[in-house]
């Protein structure tokens, strides 16, 4: 069993930056695959970014080069640094978590998170 905790969410203006984090329970964090989703009013969720406990890494083209993916197992945590952050970014974000590979489907993640909200000011 997993459970997770997204923290670092906020307002910043457009070009600006933000860093969450996600705290996971559990003591096989290490063997799962870690992702962030995000979610905009009336839209359906969306991937974001993904990586394994190897260190194998996916991102959506669309924040390719803006976002940073990055996860310490010692401290059972997930970070996402959001650099040169867009009005179209705005969303709750979302960790999630299955044992194994990255999937870049939310459907195929059994843990979630409560979500973040991050709102990017034009």
């Known amino acids: 069993q997993v459970q997770l905790v997204e923290s670092g969410g906020g307002l910043v203006q457009a070009g600006g930056s933000l860093r969450l984090s996600c705290a996971a329970s559990g003591r096989t964090f290490g063997t799962y695959a870690m992702a962030w989703f995000r979610q905009s009013p009336g839209m359906e969720r969306d991937f974001v970014a993904a990586i394994r406990w190897n260190g194998n890494i996916y991102y959506a083209d669309s924040v390719k080069g803006r976002f940073t993916i990055s996860r310490d197992n010692a401290k059972n945590t997930m970070y996402l640094q959001m650099n040169s952050l867009k009005p179209e970014d705005t969303a709750v974000y979302y960790c999630?978590?299955?044992?194994?590979?990255?999937?870049?489907?939310?459907?195929?993640?059994?843990?979630w998170g409560q979500g973040t909200q991050v709102t990017v000011s034009s």
């Open positions: 999630a978590a299955r044992y194994g590979s990255i999937s870049l489907l939310g459907t195929e993640y059994g843990y």
